[in-house]
């Protein structure tokens, strides 16, 4: 069974930091790693994906693979208050279809 | 842009009743599926659909069927509701092909007393 495992935190990070966010995921054939936020009371909403071919920049935003270690990082630069969230890590799972989900990790951006 | 819409934001029905929860989604994805999500266990898949009048199994089906009878369209049927099955529910869109980035709705907040 696959799995994706995230630390739960909170992890707190003072604002304008760097904020760090991991996932590891089981198996070493996953291909796709997607990172969602999800505010409290909201549904999830995509914010970066990433192939296994390579690292991704999107803003402040900053998806990185490492294959080796198969874990999947998120960099927020500059973190602000409103990034404050629970961050979920997904790997494509055995079909075509469906995600396999990690807890989330809850992010607090402390002014 | 996706646009994932769910019939009911907040929802309070009483044990036995039987409950209809429908998504709608409008950029003519393949794929559709149901999640509950409570604290401390996640995103779990209850059932999903790969195409019209098809339908999966996910994590935790029991308590639930589906309904899957136009492609813009899935509904998640609680057949006799329980207090166990208080939870968020989610529903969520793939464009499928490959292509396996889902896109939310709102989410329901079901409360069963």
């Known amino acids: 069974q696959k799995e994706v495992e995230q630390n739960s935190g909170p992890l707190s990070v003072p604002e304008g930091a760097i904020a760090s966010l991991n996932c590891t995921y089981s198996?070493?054939?996953?291909?796709?790693f997607f990172w969602y936020r999800q505010y409290s009371g909201k549904s999830p909403e995509l914010i970066m994906f990433?192939?296994s071919n390579g690292d991704k920049e999107d803003g402040r935003f900053t998806a990185q693979l490492n294959k080796a270690s198969q874990y999947v990082s998120l960099l927020i630069r500059d973190s602000q208050p409103s990034d404050s969230a629970t961050y979920l890590c997904a790997v494509n799972g055995d079909s075509n279809y469906q995600l396999i989900w990690g807890a989330g990790t809850k992010l607090i951006i402390k002014p | 842009d996706v646009k994932v819409t769910q019939s009911s934001r907040y929802l309070v029905k009483r044990t036995g009743e039987k409950v209809f929860l429908e998504c709608v989604q409008d950029?003519?994805?393949?794929?559709m599926f149901w999640y509950r999500q409570d604290p401390g266990l996640g995103l779990r898949l209850i059932y999903f659909s790969y195409d019209v009048k098809m339908k999966e199994k996910g994590d935790i089906p029991e308590g639930y069927s589906v309904s899957r009878e136009k492609k813009e369209r899935f509904s998640l049927i609680l057949e006799s509701a329980s207090t166990n099955q208080t939870s968020m529910y989610l529903c969520?869109?793939?464009?499928?092909?490959?292509?396996?980035?889902?896109?939310f709705g709102p989410g329901t907040r079901l409360t069963v007393l």
């Open positions: 969520a869109s793939s464009l499928g092909g490959g292509a396996v980035e889902q896109f």
């Open positions: 990433i192939y």
């Open positions: 950029m003519d994805h393949e794929n």
């Open positions: 198996d070493r054939g996953s291909q796709s």
